[in-house]
């Protein structure tokens, strides 16, 4: 396309400000938790004292928050997504009564909010003596996750060659076979989104740790930071610094499989 | 498949619709019961009928909660949408370099944990935070306030960590959308004359019409489930400034004994999630035909 080289100049002049929007609240937050805990503070090295971050980690107990954090989510992440992934091979190359019905059943909980469930789910879940255990806190997270993944493996199966499983089911592999050494692999790259965004939503979940677990058993990394706000008001750069450290693991991986975050939100969003 | 494996799809399914069931659709259930009562969390529970729902709209509170979010939608979904519209446009019309690096840049606030961002910005509107600083060297002084404490400016600027979170979303959705309308569209009208203007709205406008639609669903949606954000800036103060529908279910649930009213609250939320979807998408293919 031909443009102005005005044009041109001025698209970089846009570029440039909107990524500055876009990243100054992050700088600002990263520069905060460099700063001097006081006027007196030793150990910075050129001004800056990322001695802070180890501070927060030791004050907040985030090794212990964190680790729960990790079990959450990865109890979270593989139960869902074996259990999405049955379920979209079902839905996405078999054939059976009710198929249709039973999918919109799946795509409503896409809409659900979780405000919506978790009034119920404490109380119910209190009644059976569940509360402040694991699996108050992983198993609505689950059903919310299958409720994704199911819709976005059943996407990834329609879209695999018929002739391909016709092949191994004419060499006499069964449907479990098929599934396993061959589509799964095959479809690596829509597993791993699923994975990367499970992982993200549960890790950053707050409300259902926060009502699930009210004597902090199984207080997550975002809650800790919650919680560690509340005790550290005048302590500006500890709590940037806390905060910075619950957001690494997701940036971490947003930074590596960014391909995966876009792409997976942008089409994950795309309903039929 | 043949007569012996006709329960096998079943088999497949069975896992996930368990745990789907159990903990989403039958919660959803239970919240809908929950709402036709008078309950405290603890003692006996009293039916009131449609009482709950007729709160919802004679109850101040909650009916400031529900305009507290009309306003979030204008910050979480309108504005986003503009600013990425226009952005995508002016960046769709030239080839630039750094566009990928540009992506990654503008989508990373919607991977940061909602409470991390809620704490940076806390920081950013602190008395003696970034924002007033900002202000102050430029010689804004006048303008300087606090602004997690003020009945008029707390909620625009709760509303604008929203658009901070949203926009980069909303752009790269149309950045998506507008790169697949074929360059001969474009060509074409420049023949006839056709300037930038007129390019986006008879073109690029009418082509990203389903990304629109994504668009404001998502945002929407995200604004009207506003919590974690107002939990940790204002706590919905001062006062009630700030209190929003998802902030009212988890004071009502859990801190007020009013659990029916938090139901009622809940199940609204959700039919006015599923219209919004319903309606948007309906507006979309109509378009498209």
Redesign the interface.
């Known amino acids: ?1 031909i ?1 102005s080289r005005f ?2 100049s ?3 002049v ?2 440039v400000v ?2 500055v ?3 100054a ?2 700088v ?2 990263l520069l ?1 938790a460099l700063q001097p805990q006081s006027s007196d503070a030793t150990g910075g090295v050129l001004g800056l004292y990322p001695g802070n971050f180890a501070d927060a980690w030791t004050e907040g107990d985030f090794a212990r928050y964190m680790r729960t954090s990790l079990t959450v989510s990865a109890v979270v992440v593989s ?1 869902a997504l ?3 992934i ?2 979209g ?3 996405g190359t ?3 009564c009710g ?1 249709g019905p ?1 999918f919109y ?2 795509l ?2 896409l ?14 879940l209190r009644e059976l003596g569940l509360t402040n255990t694991l699996w108050a806190v992983a ?2 997270q ?3 996750s ?2 994704f993944g ?1 819709y976005w493996m059943r996407a990834y199966f329609r879209t695999s060659p018929p002739s391909l499983i016709e092949a191994a089911t004419l060499d006499g592999a069964k ?1 479990w076979r098929v599934l396993w050494s061959i589509l799964v692999p095959i479809g690596r790259p829509a597993v791993v989104t699923l994975t990367v965004l499970t992982f ?1 939503w549960t ?2 979940e ?2 259902i740790p ?2 699930m677990s ?1 004597n902090g058993a199984f207080r997550t990394a ?2 800790a ?2 919680l560690f ?1 509340g005790q550290h008001v005048q302590a ?1 750069a500890l ?2 610094a ?3 450290l ?2 690494l693991p ?2 971490i991986l ?2 590596l499989l ?1 391909r995966h ?2 792409r997976g ?2 089409e994950g ?3 039929e | ?1 043949r007569g012996g ?2 329960h ?3 088999l ?2 069975a ?3 368990i ?2 069931a ?4 039958y ?2 259930l ?2 809908a ?2 709402s036709l009562f008078s309950w405290d ?1 603890l003692g006996a529970s009293t039916f009131v009928g449609a009482a709950n729902y007729v709160d919802l709209v004679q109850d101040p509170q909650l009916r400031a909660a529900f305009g507290h979010a009309l306003v979030l939608i204008f910050f979480f979904a309108v504005l986003p949408l503009g ?1 990425g519209l226009m ?1 995508a446009a ?2 769709n ?4 370099r ?2 990928g690096l ?16 809620a ?6 509107y ?1 008395p003696d935070g ?1 924002l007033n600083s900002a202000l102050r060297a430029v010689g804004l002084d006048a303008l300087t306030r606090t602004w997690l404490g003020d009945y008029t400016w707390t909620l625009p600027a709760v509303g604008l960590v929203g658009t ?1 979170v949203q ?3 909303v ?3 149309m950045l ?1 959308g507008m790169g697949r309308i074929p ?1 001969e569209q ?2 074409a009208a420049r023949l006839d004359g056709a300037g930038a203007v007129r390019e986006f709205f008879e073109i690029t406008l009418p082509s990203v019409r ?1 990304e629109i639609a ?1 668009a404001l ?2 945002t929407i ?1 995200a604004a ?2 506003t ?2 954000l107002v ?2 800036t204002t706590g919905g103060g001062p006062g009630n400034s700030t209190t929003v ?2 902030y009212e ?2 004071q009502r ?2 801190r007020e004994g009013a ?1 029916g009213s ?2 009622a ?3 609204t ?2 039919v006015l ?2 219209g919004l ?1 319903l309606v948007v ?1 309906r507006i979309a293919e109509r378009g498209e035909r």
Do not use: H
């Open positions: 396309m443009t044009e041109r001025m698209n970089y846009i570029l909107f990524a929007f876009a990243l609240p992050i600002t937050i905060t139960v074996l259990c999405s049955l379920a091979y079902a839905f078999m054939q059976f198929s039973l059943l799946f409503l909980g809409m659900v909010p979780t405000e919506a469930i978790v009034v119920p789910l404490f109380y119910d198993l609505p689950i059903a919310q299958i409720a199911t449907p993200m890790w950053n707050f409300l926060l009502v009210p975002p809650l930071l919650a706000k500006t709590l940037a806390a905060a910075v619950v957001a997701v940036v947003y930074l960014q975050f876009i939100m942008l969003a795309v309903r | 498949m494996n006709r096998l799809p079943y497949y399914l896992p996930a619709l745990l789907y159990g903990f989403l659709l919660p959803l239970r919240s019961q929950f969390g600013i952005l002016v960046l019309r030239a080839k630039v750094g566009l540009f992506r990654t840049v503008v989508f990373l606030p919607q991977v940061i944990a909602m409470v991390v961002v704490v940076a910005w806390r920081q950013i602190a970034a901070w926009t980069g979303l752009t790269v959705l998506a360059s474009f060509e389903g994504v669903t998502l949606v009207l489930k919590f974690d939990y940790v529908p998802a279910v988890f649930a859990f659990v938090a139901a609250v809940g199940i939320l959700t999630i599923f979807n998408n």
